[in-house]
């Protein structure tokens, strides 16, 4: 710092000169006929032009097309406004233009009149530049969050959603718009909000990325399951202001899981079931010879022994039915009739249906019917559909059953019941994996169904009209040899 004491600067015009031509940003000062007064230095390294060259040509650091612009400004300040923060353009005397913000004010003499205008002119070139730089990277967030699959959004730490990306409509069903409406915690299962918002709040206090899976609302009434990966967001102070979430669907993975889960349990049940028809058919075989051996005792109870050995061999052909289902598949094709495989399955069904007096009525050609097919696979697929008509019914209803030759190389098969039927808007879901309307249903009797068919080289045809009944056609190829 120097010592030199410095007298004020109304009287100290080397101060003033100096305060001029120092100043970083270009400065100027224009008489009331727009003749160039003074131009400072920074003015001449910034556009190029002397402060000669604006006096002979005063209009020369300013585009042609920017004349009249610059004309009217001057003339605010001619008539006593103050004019800041004008963004525009100069040119320098290359020609190359230069983005400038102006600031424009009078100049008084000492009684107060105005005498000129001064004008401050600022080089934006870098700011414009790091705006530029700034949407540009903008642009390629925003394209980035647009392509994305994943749903990109911020919440503060109330959980009120600031931003989610346009992929939230194809998980949720939501436009951005009605999800950013909406209150997110009505969204999220009420099993797993409570571990969201523990997630959340550990987060913000430990100030770490957190991860938690939640089933989430689709406006269509499904639950969505998300993994929801969150960052917290810091502000100057390092405290947490608002969480980015990035969230994954992973409904599909999930569906996976359980139906492998099931198809394990069902697999366990079938093996069981297999293990428990074997254990019944000994004591049964017993069974049977005993009452076969006591009936010419009891002449007298004839009619007893006869419905005993009757209900013995029911018994018995219903065990079968189960042993052969549960027997690992061989996949190996047989020939076989059609209508001997239905009578099998029926058989299986017949003590369901009789419990809830529903009648299975069978209507099969004469001629015999045979197809070449893996016969367990077949009987699953006539078991599911059944049991899919069984339900629809209610008691004392109806289940015809047909068969009959088509076109001579194919066996039409028809199921015919007169149940609840499918509302039209549904049929175009059936055979989509776990559809279904059934509280315990797996929904996917019909898709393995229409596979089994398709793998016979048949196929499988519903038609039916709500609360009159459903029918389901299945074509297989006969074999002629
Ligand atoms: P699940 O029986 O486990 O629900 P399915 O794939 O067998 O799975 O059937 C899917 C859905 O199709 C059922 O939930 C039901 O809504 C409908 N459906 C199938 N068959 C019938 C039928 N005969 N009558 C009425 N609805 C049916
Ligand atoms: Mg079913």
């Known amino acids: 710092m120097s010592n030199r004491s410095l007298r004020p600067a109304p009287n100290n015009p080397d101060l003033m000169h100096s305060f001029f031509h120092d100043?970083?940003?270009?400065?100027?000062?224009?008489?009331?006929?727009?003749?160039?007064?003074l131009v400072n230095d920074a003015f001449v390294s910034q556009y190029g032009w002397t402060y000669e060259e604006t006096v002979n040509q005063p209009l020369c650091f300013i585009p042609e097309q920017l004349v009249s612009e610059y004309r009217q400004l001057w003339n605010q300040a001619r008539y006593g406004q103050r004019i800041s923060g004008y963004k525009t353009k100069g040119k320098r005397k290359d020609g190359t233009a230069i983005p400038v913000c102006l600031s424009c004010f009078p100049l008084r003499d000492t009684a107060g009149n105005i005498v000129g205008i001064s004008t401050i002119s600022k080089d934006i070139t870098a700011d414009i530049k790091m705006i530029e730089e700034l949407r540009e990277s903008e642009a390629h967030y925003r394209s980035l969050i647009e392509a994305t699959n994943d749903i990109i959004g911020i919440y503060d730490l109330q959980l009120k959603q600031k931003f989610v990306s346009p992929s939230i409509r194809l998980h949720s069903g939501y436009s951005p718009q009605e999800y950013m409406a909406a209150d997110v915690k009505d969204m999220i299962h009420p099993d797993d909000l409570a571990n969201v918002l523990t997630t959340y709040q550990t987060l913000s206090a430990?100030?770490?990325?957190?991860?938690?899976?939640?089933?989430?609302?689709?406006?269509?009434?499904?639950?969505?399951?998300?993994?929801?990966?969150?960052?917290?967001?810091?502000?100057e102070r390092q405290e947490v202001e608002n969480i980015?979430?990035?969230?994954?669907?992973?409904?599909?993975?999930?569906?996976?899981?359980?139906?492998?889960?099931?198809?394990?349990?069902?697999?366990?049940?079938?093996?069981?079931?297999?293990?428990?028809?074997?254990?019944?058919?000994?004591?049964?075989?017993?069974?049977?010879?005993?009452?076969?051996?006591?009936?010419?005792?009891?002449?007298?109870?004839?009619?007893?022994?006869?419905?005993?050995?009757?209900?013995?061999?029911?018994?018995?052909?219903i065990v079968?039915?189960?042993?052969?289902l549960a027997k690992p598949q061989s996949l190996k094709t047989k020939r076989k009739d059609v209508r001997q495989l239905l009578c099998n399955v029926i058989t299986l069904l017949k003590p369901e249906a009789n419990m809830q007096n529903i009648d299975?009525?069978?209507?099969?050609?004469?001629?015999?019917?045979?197809?070449?097919?893996?016969?367990?696979?077949?009987?699953?697929?006539?078991?599911?559909?059944?049991?899919?008509?069984?339900?629809?019914?209610?008691?004392?209803?109806k289940i015809?059953?047909?068969?009959?030759?088509?076109?001579?190389?194919?066996?039409?098969?028809?199921?015919i019941d007169d149940g609840c039927g499918i509302?039209?808007?549904?049929?175009?879901?059936?055979?989509?994996?776990?559809?279904?309307?059934?509280?315990?249903?797996?929904?996917?009797?019909?898709?393995?169904?229409?596979?089994?068919?398709?793998?016979?080289?048949?196929?499988?045809?519903?038609?039916?009209e709500q609360g009159k009944g459903t029918t389901v056609e299945i074509t297989l190829p006969i074999s002629h040899q």
């Open 23 to 37: 100043a970083a940003d270009a400065l100027y000062v224009l008489d009331l006929h727009g003749r160039m007064l």
């Open 206 to 235: 430990e100030k770490k990325a957190a991860q938690v899976e939640y089933r989430a609302k689709h406006k269509n009434g499904a639950w969505v399951h998300l993994e929801a990966r969150a960052v917290p967001i810091l502000n």
């Open 244 to 317: 980015l979430v990035v969230e994954r669907n992973i409904t599909e993975r999930k569906q996976n899981e359980e139906f492998l889960r099931k198809a394990e349990k069902l697999s366990v049940i079938g093996e069981l079931a297999a293990g428990i028809a074997h254990e019944i058919r000994n004591p049964l075989t017993a069974l049977k010879g005993f009452v076969q051996y006591l009936q010419p005792l009891l002449p007298e109870h004839k009619r007893l022994t006869q419905i005993m050995l009757a209900e013995l061999e029911r018994i018995n052909l």
């Open 320 to 324: 079968s039915e189960m042993l052969v």
């Open 360 to 397: 299975i009525i069978t209507r099969f050609d004469n001629r015999p019917l045979e197809i070449e097919c893996e016969e367990n696979q077949l009987k699953q697929v006539f078991i599911n559909i059944i049991k899919n008509a069984l339900e629809a019914v209610s008691r004392n209803g």
């Open 400 to 415: 015809t059953i047909r068969t009959e030759p088509r076109d001579h190389n194919q066996v039409l098969i028809r199921f």
């Open 423 to 464: 509302p039209c808007e549904m049929i175009h879901k059936l055979g989509e994996p776990f559809y279904t309307t059934k509280e315990k249903g797996t929904g996917l009797g019909l898709m393995i169904s229409s596979k089994i068919v398709k793998d016979h080289g048949g196929t499988l045809h519903i038609t039916s």
